[in-house]
């Protein structure tokens, strides 16, 4: 049977494991995790063993909000940060480097406009271009071009970018296709589903 989005999330724990038999999460507020040896620990900061050692690294908490928006969001995995604005700076400096160029829809958020410029600062070429027009996106392209950006509505204006028409855009030129989804949420679009990664 297909559950909505509402019941999925409630039903979300039961599916999964909860400490102590609780029927929910419970809240994590712990900072630091201690382990009975210290290979154990030593293992979680290699990434060789499952577990916590510092909430800057992941919590219980944030892990089950990151399962739960995988399972809502249909994909692989899911890695939750404090803003918005440090979720696009971690996406920026693992997929681009110096002498790279992005292509940005010039309707986004103010800061979101300021991280760009310090993209630039840092040796990234950015080109703004109208994000409802495909053909504009399209023409401007260059062959070091390796990502397009856009909002799925823009951020104060409300423009809507032509969202699938990227997607395939993206896929015949083999550039990372990025979606700032913060408006729409995955209630109204799955980003995945018009080709973004």
């Given at each position: 049977m297909k559950r909505g989005i509402t019941t999925t999330l409630l039903h979300a724990d039961r599916q999964s494991s909860v400490e102590h038999g609780a029927t929910h999460k419970p809240v994590h507020v712990a900072a630091a995790y201690r382990h009975a040896d210290v290979n154990d620990l030593v293992g979680v900061f290699q990434g060789t063993k499952s577990g916590y050692s510092y909430?800057?690294?992941?919590?219980?908490?944030?892990?089950?909000?990151?399962?739960?928006?995988?399972?809502?969001?249909?994909?692989?995995?899911?890695?939750?940060?404090?803003?918005?604005?440090?979720?696009?700076?971690?996406?920026?400096?693992?997929?681009?480097?110096?002498?790279?160029?992005?292509?940005?829809?010039?309707?986004?958020?103010?800061?979101?406009?300021?991280?760009?410029?310090?993209?630039?600062?840092?040796?990234?070429?950015?080109?703004?271009?109208?994000?409802?027009?495909?053909?504009?996106?399209?023409?401007?392209?260059?062959?070091?071009?390796?990502?397009?950006?856009?909002?799925?509505?823009?951020?104060?204006?409300?423009?809507?970018?032509?969202?699938?028409?990227?997607?395939?855009?993206?896929?015949l030129l083999n550039l990372h296709y990025l979606v700032d989804n913060t408006l729409s949420t995955l209630y109204l679009l799955r980003p995945y589903l018009v080709g973004a990664v």
């Open positions: 909430a800057r690294q992941g919590t219980p908490t944030t892990a089950a909000l990151e399962n739960k928006i995988t399972l809502l969001e249909g994909g692989k995995g899911t890695i939750s940060f404090a803003t918005g604005m440090a979720a696009l700076s971690a996406l920026f400096m693992t997929l681009l480097k110096q002498g790279d160029h992005i292509v940005s829809s010039q309707y986004i958020f103010g800061n979101t406009n300021s991280l760009l410029s310090t993209l630039q600062r840092l040796g990234c070429e950015v080109s703004m271009v109208d994000a409802t027009d495909v053909n504009a996106v399209a023409a401007a392209v260059q062959p070091n071009t390796r990502m397009v950006f856009v909002e799925t509505i823009a951020n104060p204006g409300v423009q809507i970018a032509d969202l699938a028409g990227f997607g395939r855009l993206c896929a």
